[in-house]
């Protein structure tokens, strides 16, 4: 216990350090975001501080190789994959990049992780198609959610914070300091990004690296469990995306251009309210939802279907109140 302590510490320490040294490089090479009329800010700001999660991912691969003395493929291969997500991520932060080549990495990496947990094998064809296409949705999700101070972080600390429940608690599923060194990654960005005026932003880096890190282990959840429940995990990013996306569509605006009809953005540019309010709302929200995932998980198994499509449908009537909003502005 004393072991795992002191190398928590020191994997904060030297995520901290790197941090401190990346926003002063990134500041000089100007790798910087500065605002316009699509922004939710009003400031230049150091772009890429999500560095810190591939910088974990690192930390955690070699701390696992030194207590157990060897290299699980499975990590292997996660390694690889959020490797290629970050390094097209952090290029499309610095210089952007065609759809094309950010797309075809993204299928590449998400094809390592499918080979490295053995999915080819677990699951049909047919599926492996659907799970294709979600996890490439879940990532651009995750970009397209990263807009305001401390969304990112404090959303994606909910879900791993009830991800550690379920494994401790429920059903192991994965090593727990690979939930850990996630959850401390996610600390040390939101002490730099979870202020009025952030240090730094996560980028296109940040978003990607962490939400392949979540996405690896909803899928390992999703096979010890052989249930795909869990996916309501991410219920509040994806009832924005979605029907943000949809709504675009209507009123026939392309999806790939920057916008400000997200909830999270009508709350804080048309509405007024702090960007830190509206994260916690949206990170409280998710670990609400998740908790009640969980109790129903383990109290109400025949019938969780039938209340989590309940809870969706609820939670996409509250959403409605985004379009009252517009409305009234």
Known sequence: MTFHVSLYLLTVVILFIAMLFYIKIADKLNIIDKPNNRSSHNYITVRGGGIVFWLATLLYVMSSAVETSAFHPATLYFILGITLISIVSFWDDVASLPN????????????????????????????????????????????????????????????????????????RFTPPDFINYAILACIVFLFFNFRKQAKCFAGDIGSMAIAFWI????????????????????????????????????????????????????????????????????????LIICLIIIILYQQFQPAIWIVGVGLLALYSLIYLLKFAMLKEV
């Open 100 to 171: 094309k080549i950010r797309i075809t990495i993204h299928f590449l990496a998400i094809s390592i992780l499918f080979y490295g947990l053995g999915i080819f094998h677990f699951l049909p064809w047919w599926q492996i198609i659907f799970a294709y296409i979600f996890i490439v949705g879940t990532l651009n999700a995750y970009n397209f959610m990263d807009g305001i101070n401390g969304i990112t972080g404090l959303y994606s600390l909910s879900i791993l914070v009830a991800l550690q429940y379920v494994n401790l608690q429920i059903l």
């Open 215 to 286: 996405v690896m282990l909803l899928l390992q959840l999703m096979m010890q469990s052989q249930s795909v429940i869990w996916i309501l995990f991410l219920m509040v990013y994806g009832v924005d995306s979605i029907y943000t996306i949809l709504h675009r569509l209507y009123l026939k605006q392309n999806i790939f251009h920057a916008h400000r009809l997200h909830f999270y953005q009508i709350l804080t540019n048309d509405r007024g309210l702090s960007h830190l309010i509206v994260s916690i709302g949206y990170a409280f929200t998710q």
